[in-house]
């Protein structure tokens, strides 16, 4: 008997159809004789309906208080999806117990909206599916030490599945979504991409923070800190589908790297169109001066991505970054409000239509002349490249938001992503 976490994605849990035949498979593993924890996100659409009407009744405030209440309010968009799914298994004959994420409890810190997991008693879950249970956990969520509600960002879910299944040491975590594996990119945008039957954890952490939408970045290095087995796979296959042809479709995550995996210079392109670029000029060419600039950003809890400083002229420079599109304006109020003037910069521009374009794969680092490769196709494309980005498996670069599609299906035929996979 195994231990299975199932996760089942917005659109999984999307109509009550939907979610009667989530039950019906995951009541086809349990009668299989496998131990079942499940953890549901809300109804497509559930999460971005509540927050529009918290933003009806107020505009956005950027104050503890006022995120506590969306958390409050999000958080039961997790708990409907959980209660209706036990429901449904039981009348599938499925004894079933739902949780929310305090009840566990999932002890988070107190960063409402953005809450990272400290910790997971499994007590409690674990008398449950001793005695025959398939216990449902709420994605999304959880409680910090003063006792109220959290949620951790958006794509929570997936980090709240594995884990949870890190904390139980499941032996497979699977991860159902709309799409039946991961691809080399968004097929979406180049139809000749195909999917990935493995992929290493190494590239799919790269994948997912470059702007791959198959698994959320925080799930990736839970996966890869507790060595948890996990696959990408669709909800979508009929629920009666063989177990053991489902147990080895889609996408496995791996921690071994092979000789076979080795061959592939370049596994997938990643893009991210939710980037704003920020450009700080005529700053002080000073020690500590990135700290001046980036550490007021990081306070307010805004993330930063690529960073580029220009070479020193006359003493002064320009420093340039990029952020989320959620963050832009903000951090352009923040910066020009408290860092221009303790700096005496010259001015804070910043340009919201750019994307990001990333080349991710495990092979880059015994090839030489990939990068090389990359700024050739795009500059044959007319496309200029305004910010880089390295790192052993991959390279990124900032360009237009226009050329967005343009790039990727020209990197992802010169890389041959295009054949079928040997």
């Known amino acids: 008997m195994a231990l299975i976490v199932h996760k089942y994605g917005g659109t999984s849990m999307g109509s009550p159809e939907r979610i009667r035949n989530v039950a019906k498979r995951v009541a086809k593993w349990a009668r299989a004789g496998h131990q079942m924890v499940v953890v549901p996100s809300a109804m497509s659409g559930e999460t971005n309906r509540l927050l529009a009407l918290a933003k009806e009744l107020a505009p956005e405030r950027a104050t ?95 980090t709240s599945a594995v884990a949870v299944a890190a904390a139980m040491k499941a032996d497979e975590c699977l991860i159902y979504t709309d799409v039946d594996g991961v691809y080399t990119t968004d097929p979406r945008v180049a139809p000749a991409a195909r999917r990935l039957t493995t992929v290493s954890f190494e590239e799919m952490l790269e994948m997912a923070s470059l702007g791959s939408k198959v698994l959320q970045i925080r799930s990736v290095e839970f996966a890869g800190k507790y060595k948890v087995p996990m696959r990408v796979l669709s909800s979508f296959t009929p629920w009666d589908i063989d177990i053991n042809e489902e147990a080895k479709s889609g996408t496995l995550i791996t921690f071994e790297e092979d000789e076979k995996m080795e061959q592939a210079v370049v596994s997938g392109i990643a893009f991210n169109r939710d980037e704003a670029k920020i450009s700080v000029l005529g700053v002080p060419d000073t020690p500590g001066i990135a700290y001046r600039i980036l550490g007021p950003v990081a306070d307010a809890n805004i993330e930063v991505d690529v960073i580029i400083q220009n070479l020193s002229k006359d003493g002064k420079t320009d420093f340039s970054f990029t952020v989320h599109r959620n963050d832009y304006a903000r951090a352009i109020e923040l910066l020009k409000e408290k860092v221009l ?22 092979g880059m680092r015994s090839h030489v002349g990939v990068a090389s490769t990359m700024f050739r196709v795009l500059s044959e494309e007319g496309i200029n490249i305004q910010m880089i980005s390295t ?29 079928p996979a040997e």
């Open 64 to 158: 503890q208080a006022y995120h506590r209440e969306l958390d409050m309010l999000a958080a039961t968009g997790e708990q409907a999806s959980s209660a209706l799914l036990a429901i449904a298994l039981q009348a599938e004959g499925m004894e079933s117990v739902s949780y929310a994420g305090w009840q566990v409890p999932i002890r988070t810190d107190s960063s409402y909206t953005k809450a990272r997991i400290e910790s997971i008693d499994d007590q409690r879950v674990r008398g449950d599916l001793a005695a025959g249970k398939v216990v449902i956990v709420t994605g999304f969520q959880g409680i910090d030490e003063h006792g109220h509600i959290t949620t951790l960002g958006r794509g929570g879910s997936d």
């Open 341 to 362: 003037p303790a700096l005496g910069a010259q001015d804070v521009v910043g340009d919201a239509k750019i994307c990001k374009v990333s080349i991710v794969g495990i």
């Open 391 to 419: 790192s052993e498996i991959k390279t990124s670069v900032v360009i237009d938001e226009k050329y967005l599609e343009l790039a990727v299906r020209a990197l992802h035929t010169a890389f041959d992503l295009d054949k």
